[in-house]
């Protein structure tokens, strides 16, 4: 609290905009931490939910099921790569990512064969909680905890031929369970683009060496890098996928594990200890899945489409103008995600320019979250071509004379 600025208190939101308790409105420039896709107090959205609450509020999700979640279950499942047949549903995106590694722990557990190490990206995240970070190796956020983090092997990001070769490495050794990362774009790393086809060699060769492989679509579902979910960019699919975040919409907190047929018959037998007996209180809560269905109505209509074009569109046009800018080091899009790296000595989310960009956008009526010296901007569907226009102006204005001197 020493160093954060005193939080705004916000009374109401609609579309794109948080109005505040003084009357101040601010562009939620990052979706509310890349949760909300359609914009706020969306009325399909919050009558899908009003209504289901007057009908069944919550359950445990055990002993019994309810229609909300077997009609989420069924609608995902046509969306999602075919080779994903099955859900476990949690309640937030680091659970659905400790889930996923659970899951594949116990597949070689219960097959009785000694694979136990987990493989991820360097520069990743994957949430908050232990396993979670674990995955995400020893980085500067996860610091006080280093000593209790369990040991997970990290290979470069399939930005050169490097990641490939320390793949090959790791696989050979033969006890590796499963490879974990975030596809196309590493988020609260500093969003950074990668192309699909280094990922799909990366996972062809998990294949041929029979590894599990773990999608964390927690950020990049739902549309937010072109497609609608960035598996679709890949030749070969993963073998789990994590969802949460848009998954509602950005309404409630809702999180989703999906898996293959292979993985799931690991698990059937007579024997309880066979089972995955993991659950949340709040596991498929019911609201939240009548929220995600208004919000997979809204995400599917051919004019949400039209809007992830526009934003995609808008968003390269400013890049080609400004990618050769002396003060940008990148700027890059993928979909409706842009990100510019301002010229920095070291790159680092402790980069004293945060607060400075922060502080310089919200007095101008926008509101985004820095890592450090990247600037990005991940907005709701809802937003137009003069909205987006506005804020890219602002970071034009960032760009020139002596803002960041
Ligand atoms: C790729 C990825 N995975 C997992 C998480 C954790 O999600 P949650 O904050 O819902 O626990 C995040 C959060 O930013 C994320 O970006």
């Known amino acids: 609290m020493h160093t954060a600025a005193t939080a705004i208190p916000i009374a109401r939101a609609e579309g794109l905009y948080l109005y505040a308790a003084d009357g101040t409105r601010y562009m939620d420039a990052i979706s509310s931490w890349w949760v ?25 999700f055990a002993n019994f099921t309810h229609a909300p979640a077997m009609e989420l279950s069924s609608r995902l499942l046509g969306v999602l790569p075919k080779n994903l047949s099955k859900i476990f ?42 396993g979670a970070m674990s995955a995400a190796g020893k980085t500067e956020f996860n610091r006080p905890f280093w000593n209790h983090l ?17 793949l090959q490495a790791a696989l050979e050794r033969g006890d590796v369970a499963c490879f974990i990362f975030e596809p196309l774009i590493q988020g609260a790393g500093g969003m950074v683009m990668y192309p699909p086809q280094r990922l799909d060699r990366l996972i062809q060769l998990c294949k041929e060496y029979e590894v599990l492989t773990i999608a964390d679509e927690v950020m990049t579902g739902f549309g937010r890098t072109g497609t609608l979910f960035a598996c679709d960019q890949l030749q070969h699919k993963p073998d789990f996928l994590c969802l949460s975040k848009g998954l509602t919409g950005g309404y409630l907190s809702l999180g989703a594990t999906l898996c293959t047929e292979d993985v799931f018959q690991a698990f059937l037998s007579d024997s309880l ?64 995600i842009l990100a510019l790296e301002y010229h920095a000595p070291t790159s680092s989310y ?56």
């Open 36 to 60: 909300n896709l359609h914009g706020h107090a969306h009325p399909h959205i919050a009558s899908a939910i009003s209504a289901q609450a007057q009908v069944l509020d919550q359950i445990a």
């Open 89 to 130: 549903y949690s309640d937030n995106g680091s659970t659905a990512v400790e889930i996923a590694l659970k899951i594949a722990l116990q597949y070689w557990s219960n097959r009785k064969i000694p694979r136990t190490k987990i493989l991820s990206l360097k520069n990743g995240h994957h949430g908050e909680t232990f």
């Open 150 to 166: 369990f040991p997970v092997e990290s290979i470069d990001p399939p930005l050169t031929d490097l990641s490939l070769v320390q």
């Open 273 to 336: 200890e066979q089972a995955f007996l993991h659950g949340h209180s709040y596991t498929a809560n019911p609201l939240a899945c009548a929220s995600a269905l208004a919000s997979l109505d809204l995400l599917l209509d051919p004019s949400c489409t039209a809007q992830r074009e526009l934003i995609a569109e808008c968003h390269s046009d400013f890049c080609n103008a400004y990618r050769h800018h002396p003060r940008v080091k990148r700027l890059t899009s993928l979909g409706t």
């Open 350 to 405: 402790f980069h004293s320019l945060r607060p400075v960009l922060s502080r310089y956008f919200l007095s101008n009526g926008i509101f985004i979250r820095p890592l450090g010296n990247v600037l990005y901007i991940l907005p709701p569907y809802c937003i137009n071509r003069e909205e987006l226009r506005t804020i890219y102006d602002h970071i034009a204005l960032t760009l020139e004379g002596d803002f960041l001197c």
